[in-house]
């Protein structure tokens, strides 16, 4: 088995991986683009990518990609994000603090409270900013404990998210729908096309007189107009399930679209 994920070394979608499959081969990609697309040209088996942050919401470049391309969800992992400041050299010597964005922005407060008039970057991961940390005493990192090791710097703080219940949850995209379990979630994308009054209404409708549990319900720009969406909802739930089959029957009439992005179990 080879799996793709966001590298380098030391990222915390390298750990969402080693939690699903530890025997793995691992490939890291420079971003989610192409760990997704790494998938679509069959260099890996299944790509391992992070959807949504307990503190942040929606990573919207996966939500986009499932969008846009024929992709099937196959599972998904929780990983407790516990964030570090790790540098080569002590707090004083640090002039620029580098992080992935989300990174940045679940740290928030620590960083205005702490490094007020320090130069702020972006970069591609946690663990690429912990990679380019060990080059110089004066760029610090915001990464995982993990990458202090994997580099070779100390951590001059640790849990340093605003928030100290902080969970990411990754997804699983493969290639065939995993077997029913007695926890699944199913995974769509409806887009209403013509909105009217009431029509999202409607469309909820269907899951409530089954009885269903929608996890989460999510709108994203659709692209075509200003104002127009598209709906991603996770269900409890798998698509062989009589209830949820029916209903998805029910609301395939009364929609422009609805994409099946997957059945799979859920995160324990």
Known sequence: MIIGTLGPEGSYSEKAARQW???ADLKFYDDIFDTVDALMRKEVDCSIVPIENSLEG????????????????TGEIIVRIKHCLLSKGKIEDIKVIMS???????????????????????????????????ESKEIAAIASGESARMYGLKILDEN????????????????????????????IIVYLEKN????????????????????KIESRPSKKALGD???????????????????????KSKVGMLKILGSYPAAK
């Open 21 to 23: 499959d530890d025997k």
């Open 160 to 187: 340093i998210q605003d928030v100290k219940e902080n969970f990411t949850r990754f997804i699983v995209i493969g290639k065939t729908t995993p077997a029913l379990t007695s926890n699944d979630k199913t995974s």
């Open 100 to 134: 992935h964005p989300q990174g940045l922005s679940q740290c928030r407060k620590f960083i205005k409270n702490n490094f007020k008039g320090i130069e702020i970057r972006s970069d591609l991961s946690t663990s690429h900013a912990a990679k380019l940390a060990s």
């Open 196 to 215: 009217r009054p009431g029509a999202l209404y409607e469309i909820l409708g269907e899951f409530a007189s089954r009885n269903i549990d929608l996890t």
């Open 229 to 251: 969406y598209v709906f991603y909802i996770d269900i409890k739930g798998h698509i062989e399930d009589k209830p949820i089959k029916e209903t998805l029957s029910k609301i």
């Open 58 to 73: 929606s990573i919207t470049l996966t939500l986009d990609l499932l969008m846009e391309h024929q992709l099937k969800i």
